[in-house]
């Protein structure tokens, strides 16, 4: 098994300390890298092995952070702090820009070489920066079909693919419809997959708090969701 070192890195963005999970893989040389994004809540465990099962694929993986440490376990007070973020496309860069600077200055990274993957807030996020024009290989989503201010979908310079469950009260058709037509009227190479029966987060396992209704983990299709964006990274992002 190829021999993965971790480590915790601290920065600052929107007003806190952000505290993310940086993986490596083995070796010494510069590799392909990724940004993740998380959910609501914030950065978990889950997450973090997400990070360390793309450094053992051989990427530098920056599991990023949106809420100085913090996992939210009361949805309402996740909410409350998410929501205005989601309304704030300046924030959202702001918080990914941090995130990449950290993974940039990394010396594993080949900074020419770099993806953006996310799912809910973290996806959003991940979109926001293509949106403002960083130089990305592919985004890669999951729950995430937030629409942008108008004309800012051009400026996105790569593949962009998204994942969203059919029964996802929080992003219905005419949020998926939005989307798309964003993408389309871009002329960003966009996929949309609909997993059928899927809710919302349906990629997280259960985790011991309360949740939200509309949300449920589908393991099938978690680990379906898991193997495009692996997919992606592969078209997109081939590591050596």
Same mark, same amino acid.
């Given at each position: 098994?190829t021999?993965?070192?971790?480590?915790?890195?601290?920065?600052?963005?929107?007003?806190?300390?952000?505290?993310?999970?940086?993986?490596?893989?083995?070796?010494?040389?510069?590799?392909?890298?990724?940004?993740?994004?998380?959910?609501?809540? +914030?950065?978990?465990?889950?997450?973090?092995?997400?990070?360390?099962?793309?450094?053992?694929?051989?990427? /530098?993986a920056?599991?990023?952070?949106?809420? +100085?440490?913090?996992?939210?376990?009361?949805?309402?007070?996740?909410?409350?702090?998410?929501?205005?973020?989601?309304?704030?496309?300046?924030?959202?860069?702001?918080?990914?820009?941090?995130?990449?600077?950290?993974?940039?200055?990394?010396?594993?990274?080949?900074?020419?070489?770099?993806?953006?993957?996310?799912?809910?807030?973290?996806?959003?996020?991940?979109?926001?920066?293509?949106?403002?024009?960083?130089?990305?290989?592919?985004?890669?989503?999951?729950?995430?079909?937030?629409?942008?201010?108008?004309?800012?979908?051009?400026?996105?310079?790569?593949?962009?693919?998204?994942?969203?469950?059919?029964?996802?009260?929080?992003?219905?058709?005419?949020?998926?419809?939005?989307? $798309?037509?964003?993408?389309?009227?871009?002329?960003?190479?966009?996929?949309? /997959?609909?997993? +059928? +029966?899927?809710?919302?987060?349906?990629?997280?396992?259960?985790?011991?708090? $309360?949740?939200?209704?509309?949300?449920?983990?589908?393991?099938?299709?978690?680990q379906?969701?898991?193997?495009?964006?692996?997919d992606?990274?592969a078209?997109?992002?081939?590591?050596?």
């Open positions: 098994m021999t993965v070192t971790t480590r915790t890195v601290e920065y600052p963005a929107d007003g806190l300390t952000m505290i993310g999970h940086l993986a490596l893989p083995a070796g010494a040389d510069r590799r392909p890298a990724v940004l993740i994004g998380p959910e609501g809540p +914030g950065l978990n465990d889950f997450q973090r092995r997400r990070a360390d099962a793309l450094a053992e694929l051989g990427y /530098v920056l599991a990023f952070d949106i809420n +100085g440490g913090r996992w939210f376990t009361d949805p309402q007070e996740m909410l409350a702090h998410t929501t205005p973020l989601l309304a704030d496309p300046d924030r959202m860069r702001d918080i990914g820009h941090a995130a990449l600077d950290v993974l940039r200055a990394e010396p594993r990274t080949d900074p020419d070489r770099i993806a953006a993957i996310g799912y809910g807030t973290g996806g959003a996020i991940a979109l926001e920066l293509g949106r403002d024009g960083v130089d990305l290989r592919a985004i890669g989503t999951v729950n995430a079909l937030t629409t942008g201010r108008p004309g800012e979908a051009a400026h996105i310079r790569c593949p962009v693919w998204a994942g969203v469950g059919s029964e996802d009260p929080i992003m219905p058709p005419e949020q998926r419809n939005a989307f $798309t037509a964003e993408m389309q009227a871009a002329g960003v190479d966009w996929r949309l /997959v609909v997993y +059928g +029966g899927a809710l919302h987060a349906f990629h997280h396992p259960p985790v011991d708090q $309360t949740v939200l209704p509309g949300v449920g983990y589908h393991e099938r299709h978690a379906r969701a898991w193997d495009d964006i692996v992606l990274l078209e997109c992002l081939p590591c050596p």
